[in-house]
C-alpha cells in the first residue's frame, strides 16, 4: 500500500446504501484486510445496509447512520443527527477512511464529516476540486464499470493488490440455523429448492405480481422442487400474493433476517429475482439465478458476473431511466411468465417432456 496507508490499524468503510450495495463490497473488503492482517475494519452503514455485514466475516463492527446526503425524504435526517455522527468518529479515532458511493453519488459529504472528524487518511472517488477533503482522491472508472469492481478500483488505488475479483459472502452457522427453522416452519424438507424472490427496493424494477405467481406454480409443476417465495415485512401482501393458492409453494415473509436470507439462497437450486438483493446474494453464493431485469440501470454495472445466470427484460427508448416508479407501465419487463419458465428450466438443465406451455 502507498505510503501512511500502510500503517492503518483502525479503518473506516463508508457504504451508505442498501443491503445489496454493501455485499458487492465483498471484494475489495477481502482484498483490504489481506494487506492489511492486523487492521480492524469498521462499516459506516445505512439502517437498511447494516444488516449485510454480517455476511462480510472482514468486518468487525458496523456503524449505523441516516446519512442526510443519502435521503429523498426531507425531515428524516438532522443536523443534530450528522453532529452527533461526527463525534462519534472522533471519539473511535480511526487512522483511515475509505468512502465507497456508486457511479451516480457523491463521495464528498462523507469525504468532509470524517476531515471534521479528524480522520486523517481519507480516500474516495471525486474528479472536481475538493480541497482537503481527501488525502487520496482517486479518479472515478467509467460509469460502465461494474460496482463491485468500482469499489475494488478504490483499494487498487491504495496499492491493494487483488487476489480474487469475485463475490464471496459467508453465512454464519447462526444464519443456516435460522435458516433452516424458517424451511420446516414453511413445510419444505428437500435439500433443493426453488427461491422466489418478487420483491425489490424500487417499484420501477419489480416484475408484475400476477406474472411472478404464474412462474411460481409452473415452477414447481415442471421441475418439482418445492418454491419458496420469500421477501421482507413489507413485502408480505406481495409474497402472499404470488404464493397464493399454489399447491408446492411456501410463502416467507419478514420471519427471515439478511443473513438468513442468504443462507436460503445458499440452499437452493435456483433463484428467480428482480434487481435486488437477492440476485446479489445468488452470485456471492454461487447459486444459478434468473433475473427479470428493468430497464433502470445497464445490465453491466450491477448484474451477476461469475455465476450462471439469464437476465429477462425488453429493450425500450427510455431505458436506462434509473427511476425510482416508473412513469409507464414497466414496458422492460413484459416478459411473458413462459418464457421465464423456459429459463429455470433451461438454467436447471431439465429436460420436461412435452415443453413448457
Same mark, same amino acid.
Given at each position: 500500500?502507498?505510503?501512511?496507508?500502510?500503517?492503518?490499524?483502525?479503518?473506516?468503510?463508508?457504504?451508505?446504501?442498501?443491503?445489496?450495495?454493501?455485499?458487492?463490497?465483498?471484494?475489495?473488503?477481502?482484498?483490504?484486510?489481506?494487506?492489511?492482517?492486523?487492521?480492524?475494519?469498521?462499516?459506516?452503514?445505512?439502517?437498511?445496509?447494516?444488516?449485510?455485514?454480517?455476511?462480510?466475516?472482514?468486518?468487525?463492527?458496523?456503524?449505523?447512520?441516516?446519512?442526510?446526503?443519502?435521503?429523498?425524504?426531507?425531515?428524516?435526517?438532522?443536523?443534530?443527527?450528522?453532529?452527533?455522527?461526527?463525534?462519534?468518529?472522533?471519539?473511535?479515532?480511526?487512522?483511515?477512511?475509505?468512502?465507497?458511493?456508486?457511479?451516480?453519488?457523491?463521495?464528498?459529504?462523507?469525504?468532509?464529516?470524517?476531515?471534521?472528524?479528524?480522520?486523517?487518511?481519507?480516500?474516495?472517488?471525486?474528479?472536481?476540486?475538493?480541497?482537503?477533503?481527501?488525502?487520496?482522491?482517486?479518479?472515478?472508472?467509467?460509469?460502465?464499470?461494474?460496482?463491485?469492481?468500482?469499489?475494488?478500483?478504490?483499494?487498487?488505488?491504495?496499492?491493494?493488490?487483488?487476489?480474487?475479483?469475485?463475490?464471496?459472502?459467508?453465512?454464519?452457522?447462526? /444464519?443456516? %440455523?435460522? &435458516?433452516?427453522?424458517?424451511?420446516? #416452519? !414453511?413445510?419444505? =424438507?428437500? $435439500? *433443493?429448492? @426453488?427461491?422466489?424472490?418478487?420483491? /425489490?427496493? %424500487?417499484? &420501477?424494477?419489480?416484475?408484475?405480481? #400476477? !406474472?411472478?405467481? =404464474?412462474? $411460481? *406454480?409452473? @415452477?414447481?409443476?415442471?421441475?418439482?422442487?418445492?418454491?419458496?417465495?420469500?421477501?421482507?415485512?413489507?413485502?408480505?401482501?406481495?409474497?402472499? $400474493?404470488?404464493?397464493?393458492?399454489?399447491?408446492?409453494?411456501?410463502?416467507?415473509?419478514?420471519?427471515?433476517?439478511?443473513?438468513?436470507?442468504?443462507?436460503?439462497?445458499?440452499?437452493?437450486?435456483?433463484?428467480?429475482?428482480?434487481?435486488?438483493?437477492?440476485?446479489?446474494?445468488?452470485?456471492?453464493?454461487?447459486?444459478?439465478?434468473?433475473?427479470?431485469?428493468?430497464?433502470?440501470?445497464?445490465?453491466?454495472?450491477?448484474?451477476?458476473?461469475?455465476?450462471?445466470?439469464?437476465?429477462?427484460?425488453?429493450?425500450?427508448?427510455?431505458?436506462?431511466?434509473?427511476?425510482?416508479?416508473?412513469?409507464?407501465?414497466?414496458?422492460?419487463?413484459?416478459?411473458?411468465?413462459?418464457?421465464?419458465?423456459?429459463?429455470?428450466?433451461?438454467?436447471?438443465?431439465?429436460?420436461?417432456?412435452?415443453?413448457?406451455?
Amino acid at each position: 500500500m502507498i505510503g501512511r496507508w500502510q500503517q492503518a490499524r483502525r479503518i473506516l468503510l463508508v457504504r451508505l446504501d442498501n443491503a445489496g450495495d454493501v455485499v458487492l463490497l465483498s471484494p475489495a473488503v477481502r482484498a483490504l484486510a489481506e494487506a492489511l492482517p492486523g487492521a480492524r475494519l469498521t462499516l459506516l452503514a445505512s439502517p437498511g445496509g447494516a444488516p449485510a455485514a454480517g455476511l462480510l466475516p472482514e468486518v468487525d463492527e458496523v456503524i449505523v447512520h441516516r446519512a442526510a446526503w443519502q435521503q429523498l425524504r426531507p425531515g428524516v435526517a438532522t443536523a443534530e443527527g450528522e453532529a452527533t455522527l461526527i463525534e462519534r468518529l472522533r471519539g473511535e479515532a480511526f487512522d483511515a477512511a475509505l468512502v465507497f458511493t456508486s457511479f451516480s453519488q457523491t463521495a464528498y459529504a462523507a469525504g468532509y464529516a470524517c476531515f471534521l472528524a479528524g480522520v486523517p487518511l481519507r480516500a474516495g472517488f471525486g474528479q472536481h476540486f475538493a480541497g482537503q477533503v481527501f488525502t487520496e482522491q482517486v479518479p472515478p472508472p467509467p460509469d460502465a464499470t461494474h460496482q463491485a469492481d468500482r469499489n475494488l478500483r478504490l483499494v487498487e488505488a491504495l496499492g491493494v493488490s487483488v487476489r480474487d475479483r469475485s463475490l464471496r459472502l459467508a453465512p454464519s452457522e447462526t /444464519a443456516r %440455523a435460522e &435458516a433452516a427453522s424458517v424451511l420446516a #416452519a !414453511a413445510g419444505i =424438507e428437500a $435439500a *433443493r429448492y @426453488v427461491l422466489i424472490a418478487p420483491g /425489490a427496493s %424500487a417499484q &420501477a424494477r419489480r416484475y408484475p405480481r #400476477a !406474472a411472478f405467481a =404464474e412462474v $411460481a *406454480r409452473e @415452477v414447481h409443476r415442471i421441475t418439482g422442487l418445492p418454491v419458496l417465495v420469500t421477501g421482507s415485512e413489507a413485502e408480505r401482501a406481495l409474497v402472499q $400474493a404470488v404464493a397464493a393458492g399454489s399447491p408446492g409453494v411456501g410463502a416467507l415473509a419478514g420471519a427471515v433476517s439478511v443473513p438468513g436470507l442468504a443462507a436460503l439462497v445458499e440452499q437452493a437450486a435456483l433463484v428467480v429475482a428482480n434487481n435486488s438483493l437477492a440476485m446479489h446474494l445468488a452470485e456471492g453464493l454461487g447459486v444459478p439465478s434468473v433475473i427479470t431485469y428493468a430497464g433502470t440501470d445497464p445490465a453491466e454495472r450491477w448484474a451477476p458476473r461469475r455465476t450462471p445466470s439469464t437476465l429477462l427484460s425488453r429493450p425500450v427508448p427510455c431505458a436506462p431511466c434509473y427511476a425510482i416508479v416508473c412513469p409507464y407501465d414497466r414496458e422492460c419487463l413484459d416478459v411473458p411468465p413462459q418464457e421465464v419458465v423456459r429459463a429455470v428450466r433451461d438454467v436447471l438443465g431439465l429436460a420436461v417432456a412435452g415443453g413448457v406451455r
